[in-house]
């Protein structure tokens, strides 16, 4: 029996476009860099999924998880805008609006009054464990369902994609 034609996707079928149109371009990085786009397009979807299921928004699950990931150490403003990528303004109301949905609780800290710590208030924990469970299963999906032999290939994909990454981020 002859062996199974190998499958194709969408990023197949723009390559030999490309291939067609101009034989000269080494189109090897679309094939590698165009999954990735389309992959995170497939993500973000979960990703919605996921947080509209827990009644979150993206944003509220980004300072949500930074919290949760700090155990039960408040966290600046500051800390949470490293973490989350948005300017000061922004997270100042971001965190009005967590306040005012009883996920999260500022307080005055107590070794200088001019600043505010941030953390979690149980419902805040509440959505952000079920929203993340939520999300772990959509991404196992993604990742073809977590078997042995997936697994594997997945962890190894992760040590390729860490090594491409590090050069654009900031801290090591």
Known sequence: MPPAAPRTDEVDRIVAGWAQARPDLDTSPLEVFS??????????????????????????????????????????PGAL???TLVTS????????KLASRGLVRREKDPR?????????E????????????ILLEAEREVLGGGHEGQRADG????????????PFETEN
């Open 35 to 76: 999954r990735i786009s389309r992959l995170a397009r497939h993500l973000e979807s979960a990703r919605r999924a996921a947080f509209t299921a827990t009644g979150l928004e993206g944003w509220e699950f980004d300072v949500l998880s930074a919290l949760r990931r700090a155990g039960s150490e408040p966290l600046s």
């Open 112 to 120: 200088d009054g001019r600043a505010v710590r941030v953390s979690l």
């Open 155 to 166: 962890e190894m994909l992760a040590r390729a994609l860490r090594e491409l990454l590090l």
């Open 122 to 133: 149980p419902a805040g924990t509440e959505k952000v464990d079920a929203a993340m469970e």
């Open 89 to 96: 303004g922004t997270m100042s109301t971001r965190l009005e």
């Open 81 to 83: 805008m490293r973490q």
